[in-house]
């Protein structure tokens, strides 16, 4: 009937490790990858080990909204620990509509039971934008809006966490000309602790360490003004890129399957947005550290920025285009060489006109005599 | 600066006209200087940032430890944006602390009657609707309220160009000072305004230079060796509608004289010459 029958939240996480059949040494490797996600010196992982076998585990709701269910999906590929463990054990996960066996009303059950049980102690992730136009009809469940369904289950938690870049920016919902009114979580919410995490997905890695630092310090982690926590979006994917030696070189991809792009070169001019785009994808990278979209030869598209479907340039240009007023897209370098040419014109057609005022009516002076005056 | 000398050696004359003729000092050095470090930088800036936007050359493929030429590239480019920034601020002081000439009060033409009317006469001048240029001793009234806006650019391009610079050090102290930008307008139009303000800059350096020709024949005033010497010539036969008669004013210093300039032009009842007269 509700997952958390079998589960009990108050469980600490090593007798649930225990039970699962984690190994000391592998629930250790973990707490190392964790330290170093964090980016903490490698003397906390004890600490952290530490907190992880005393603390009881959060409470988490997850709500679905807008969304295509990629961070689910990207949530149920973790390989540190595997999806079983960290459903299971790390977190208490109370309500996940992609993943729960309960439906209907007994679902809705579970998550309104969590939020009297736990009541300022559990924690929403939201994944998903969230429609305002039309009274927020465009997303409804149960009855309910998502506008609804989120500040009645946000009114009371401990935090909220922003999976994906739709619910932490609107992200595609909230794209030009968007219908629904699709808007970020932030732009709803005020008071609850929020953290972004964006990304399309987020990645799983980062969700893991944010969890496991709430643990570890019982508290959120530090955040820039986007709101995202600094230890996963505290510097560019583009300064720590494995290809930045070829970009420092000057040397580039000019189209795609070309000798640059057989050795590895720099995407930059393929469109890439790792200039533009914090993130920890090129040091965590994606799939257990496997690979990356810029490792695997393809330009960052800065999918985890604000606006970014309508700002990044499409997936192969480096800038948006201007819109101008009589209809036409310009690139910026279009406009301004354009404002340029207008400016030599201008400039040749007075530079003729002053030359035929200068014959035809020249000015005459004489400062020639006046010079000769002079003592 | 009333003990400055405006008019020089034996310049200091009066001609037939009684007019004082010969050269005085308009430009200081602080000004000259800081117009040719902004041109020099202007013509870096531009060159290294389009080859940052758009790295056209292309870069032999040996291993990247033998090559760092976008690295030279976009050190220059930072390089020359510190001495722009530099030469911004020596200007923008020295805009409150020198002379008349170098005054921010030439950006502002139309808070005074006389401002107003030498703007006007600007435009009529450049439209064809007067023969000869207003008489002033530093900028006419079109070109300071252009370097009004020139300047607007000039700050809108070096902030968006250390906010872009600050995402490379989060926390550090542009970030720190620039951040807050990207909450207003997506980091990606501010790289396009970035872009867009070069050009217009570009566009301003043309017009400015075709200009400075234009009005050095039409005055005869050497307005090109002006911006190095800091002299420009007092025409008499274009001053003597102009009360610049008695000896004893020119010596008064150069807020005396060109006060009587500027008055006297406006107010001077029309230009002989000019076809709205």
Known sequence: MSLTVERNPSESLARALLSQGVSRRDFMKFCTAMTAVLALPVRYTPRIAQALETAVRPPVIWLNFQDCAGNSESFLRANHPTVSELVLDILSIDYQEVIMAAAGHYAEENRLNTMREYKGKYIVVVEGAIPLADDGIYCVIGGHTAIDILKETAKDAAAVITAGTCSAYGGIPAAAPNPTGAVGVRDVLNNVPLINMPGCPMNVQNLTALIVHYMTFNSLPAVDHEGRPLFAYGSRIHDDCERRAHFDAGQFVEEWGDEAHRKGWCLYKMGCKGPQTAHNCSMVRWNDGMSWPVGAGHGCVGCSEPHFWDTMGGLYERLPHVQLPVGAEVTASQLGAGIVGLAAAGIATHAVASGIRAKLDPIDREVTKVEEKMP | ?277
Do not use: C
Request: glycine share 6%.
């Open chain 2, 1 to 277: 600066m009333a003990t400055q000398p405006v008019l020089r050696g034996r310049s200091a004359d009066i001609t037939a006209a009684g007019v004082p003729a010969g050269r005085i000092y308009v430009w200081e050095i602080p000004v000259r200087l800081t117009h040719w470090v902004n041109a020099l930088s202007i013509v870096m800036l531009s060159f290294t940032g389009y080859y940052i936007a758009r790295p056209y050359l292309a870069i032999s493929p040996q291993e990247t430890y033998s090559h760092f030429f976008m690295g030279y590239i976009r050190f220059t480019h930072f390089l020359f944006g510190y001495i722009f920034l530099a030469s911004l601020i020596l200007r923008t002081y020295w805009a409150f602390v020198g002379n008349q000439w170098a005054s921010w009060r030439a950006l502002i033409p139309f808070v005074t009657p006389e401002g107003r009317g030498l703007f006007r006469q600007s435009v009529e001048f450049y439209f064809f609707a007067r023969r000869e240029p207003p008489v002033v001793l530093g900028h006419n009234a079109l070109a300071g309220f252009t370097y009004a806006i020139i300047v607007t650019l000039y700050f809108i391009q070096v902030f968006t160009g250390f906010a872009l610079l600050g995402l490379s050090d989060p926390g550090g102290f542009w970030h720190t000072m620039t951040g807050w930008v990207f909450s207003l307008v997506h980091m990606q139009w501010i790289r396009v305004i970035h872009h867009v303000v070069m050009w217009l800059l570009i566009a301003f350096a043309l017009q400015h230079i075709y200009v400075a020709f234009l009005i050095d024949a039409e005055e005869s005033n050497g307005l090109i060796s002006s911006i190095l010497t800091g002299y420009k010539f007092i025409v008499p036969e274009r001053h003597k509608h102009t009360d610049l008669h008695a000896p004893a004013q020119a010596e008064h210093g150069p807020d005396n004289v060109t006060a009587q300039l500027t008055t006297a032009t406006a107010t001077q009842p029309s230009d002989p010459r000019s076809p709205s007269a």
